[in-house]
């Protein structure tokens, strides 16, 4: 507490005197107060900008949050998808055997949504952040493809990708961008009814991808976590992967969550606003001649 705030103040005054009579005449000490908080918050920034800065080596993990600003609904914040819609009746192999139309119905909605969204200055800033030259791994709980879109290229899509198929016979995996016109259930050339190639409930995720997502979190110098309440698994068991391998771990996020407790820094506001704060890519050095 700096030299101004109340403690100094209730020494001057008797404790009878209260505070609340104080304010008009020192309007600055509210401001003290406040720039105290403010102090705090810059320094913590700028704390995040060094580690990111001097890092050779980073890894990241997203989640709804940073797509939040680009207008694409989060799971379980206010407006929330699960808040409307039931997982279990939409995002589960056992839903898509009963009715399939009734899951791609909603699938098209979000294509939709996300269709008419663009990646926010938070994907920007990571993209930027890769661009660096530094070694770089996104990992990413999303499956808008809002990261790509940004200009991201090293992707882990831990839960698929909404603009890709499946064939729930023979597997065949496509990028497949549904006309308005075309059916509700597509079909795969094999006969096959073809899924949304995401991760569902109770769905394994592909081996590939959480070995790569557990390989890059345990070999990073900083893993940032963005945007992510940190409830579903395994994705948010690596957060704790980076912490045990020694990463220095920084969480952004409007909210709390179960890791913030956990991380060296834990930023409380939006992706869209402090991602550019803390990342700064030094312009290239010009080639010599
Ligand atoms: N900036 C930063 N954080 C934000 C923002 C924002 N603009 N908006 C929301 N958040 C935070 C919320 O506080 C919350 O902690 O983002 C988090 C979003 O949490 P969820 O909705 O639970 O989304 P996510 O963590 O990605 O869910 C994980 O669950 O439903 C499944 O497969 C789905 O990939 C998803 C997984």
Redesign the pocket.
């Known amino acids: 507490m700096g030299p101004f705030c109340s403690a100094s103040l209730s020494s001057c005054f008797p404790a009878s005197f209260p505070l609340l009579k104080l304010t008009p005449l020192f309007p600055p000490l509210r401001l003290t107060r406040l720039s105290a908080t403010n102090q705090i918050r810059v320094s913590v920034l700028a704390q995040a900008r060094e580690w990111i800065e001097d890092a050779q080596s980073i890894a990241v993990l997203?989640?709804?949050?940073?797509?939040?600003?680009s207008g694409i609904?989060?799971?379980?914040?206010p407006g929330?998808?699960?808040k409307t819609f039931r997982?279990e009746d939409l995002?589960s192999p056992e839903a898509f055997a009963r009715d399939p139309k009734l899951v791609w119905e909603w699938y098209l909605w979000r294509r939709e949504r996300i269709a008419a969204a663009e990646p926010?200055p938070?994907h920007r800033a990571l993209a930027k952040l890769e661009a660096g030259g530094r070694q770089f791994t996104l990992i990413?709980?999303?499956?808008d493809g809002l990261h790509r879109a940004a200009g991201s290229r090293n992707i882990i899509e831990?839960?698929g990708n909404l603009w890709r198929v499946r064939c729930v016979d023979c597997d065949f995996e496509q990028e497949y961008r549904l006309a308005p016109s075309a059916p509700l259930s597509p079909r795969c050339s094999c006969g096959g009814l073809l899924r949304p190639a995401?991760?569902?409930?109770g769905e394994p995720l592909p081996v590939a991808a959480i070995d790569r997502a557990i390989h890059a979190a345990q070999h990073c110098v900083v893993f940032l976590v963005?945007?992510?309440?940190?409830?579903?698994y395994p994705?948010?068991a690596l957060p704790q992967r980076a912490l045990a391998a020694g990463a220095r771990v920084i969480e952004?996020?409007?909210?709390e969550?179960p890791f913030s407790q956990f991380a060296h820094l834990s930023l409380r506001?939006?992706?869209?606003?402090?991602l550019p704060q803390i990342i700064h890519v030094p312009p290239c050095p010009e080639p010599r001649k």
Not at 198 to 201: H, I, L, T
Not at 226 to 232: E, F, I, P, Y
Request: hydrophobic share 40%; with cysteine; charged share 10%.
């Open positions: 997203t989640g709804a949050g940073i797509s939040a600003e609904p989060t799971f379980r914040g929330g998808l699960w997982p995002a926010n938070g990413t709980q999303n499956v831990l839960h995401v991760v569902w409930f963005c945007g992510t309440s940190a409830l579903v994705a948010a952004v996020n409007l909210e969550t506001g939006k992706c869209g606003e402090l």
